[in-house]
C-alpha cells in the first residue's frame, strides 16, 4: 500500500518568507509526527497529533513554528518568517496510534529546506 | 532523562565482513520500546525492529540480528556478512511511557561497505 507521502520534496526560500510543508500519512493511521533532520541536532521530534487530541507541541523550537492536522489526515507544518537555521530535512511519520509509545512510527521521503 | 548513544560514527568495512553497530540507552521509564531505523542514501527512514523492554530475547532476521541487554541497557545490532546494499546510516531510537509518542534518537551510525 502507499506510505507516507511529504511536499514538495524540495524547498528553497528566502530568509523572512513563510513555508508551508505537507504531509499524508498511511490510511488509517491516526497518529501523525513531525521530526527535524539537520546535520548539527540530529533528528529532533517536533509535534504529535493522536487522533482528536490536543497535540503535543513540545518539541517545536520557537512560535514560528505551528502544524494543524485536518480531517484527522492530512497535516501542515507552517514556519513563519523563516531563518537559515530552520533549513533542515523535515520528516513526518505516521503510526496506527493504538498505544501512543509501542506504535511503530512510518517515516516518509521528507521535506529539504533550504533557507537562503 | 531519555537518551540514546551511538558512539561509532561511521563504520567502513568490506563487504562479507560481520559488522556489529552499538546503541546504549537511558531511561528512567519502567516500560520501553527501542527501534532501529535504516537510512539508505535516499533519504527515507526504513523501519527494521521494535523490541519492548520485557522482550530480552534475542531477534534474528536473515543476515540481521538484534542482541537487547537490558542489564547493560544496551541494543545491538550485528549485520552478518555485509553487502553493498547495506550502506546506510542507522538510527537507534527509543520510546518510553513518559514520552507520549516520541521517539528519541540517536545520532546515527553510518556504515560503508566496500565491494
Known amino acids: 500500500g502507499a506510505g507516507v507521502s511529504q511536499s514538495p520534496s524540495n524547498k528553497v526560500t528566502e530568509k523572512g518568507k513563510d513555508v508551508e510543508l505537507r504531509c499524508d500519512p498511511i490510511s488509517g493511521h491516526t497518529a501523525l509526527y513531525w521530526y527535524r533532520q539537520s546535520l548539527g541536532q540530529g533528528l529532533e521530534f517536533l509535534i504529535y497529533f493522536q487522533g482528536n487530541s490536543a497535540p503535543d507541541k513540545s518539541g517545536l523550537p520557537s512560535d514560528r513554528f505551528s502544524a494543524e492536522r485536518t480531517g484527522g489526515s492530512v497535516s501542515t507544518l507552517t514556519i513563519q518568517r523563516t531563518q537559515q537555521e530552520d533549513s533542515a530535512v523535515y520528516l513526518c511519520?505516521?503510526?496506527?496510534?493504538?498505544?501512543?509509545?509501542?506504535?511503530?512510527?512510518?517515516f516518509g521521503p521528507g521535506t529539504r529546506l533550504t533557507v537562503l | 532523562a531519555q537518551k540514546v548513544t551511538q558512539a561509532q560514527t561511521e563504520i567502513s568495512v568490506v563487504e562479507k565482513e560481520d559488522v556489529t553497530l552499538d546503541c546504549v540507552y537511558e531511561?528512567?521509564?519502567?516500560?520501553?520500546?527501542l527501534f532501529w531505523y535504516k537510512q539508505p542514501p535516499s533519504g527515507e527512514l526504513v523501519f527494521l525492529i521494535r523490541r519492548n523492554s520485557f522482550d530480552e530475547q534475542n531477534e534474528i532476521s536473515g543476515r540481521y540480528s538484534w542482541n537487547f541487554q537490558k542489564s547493560t541497557s544496551s541494543f545491538n545490532f550485528t549485520i552478518t556478512a555485509s553487502q553493498v546494499v547495506d550502506s546506510a546510516v542507522y538510527f537507534c531510537a527509543l520510546s518510553g511511557t513518559n514520552q507520549g509518542g516520541k521517539l528519541i534518537f540517536g545520532q546515527g551510525t553510518e556504515l560503508s561497505v566496500k565491494p
Open positions: 531511561t528512567r521509564d519502567t516500560t520501553y520500546y
Open positions: 511519520a505516521s503510526s496506527l496510534g493504538g498505544g501512543g509509545y509501542t506504535d511503530t512510527q512510518y
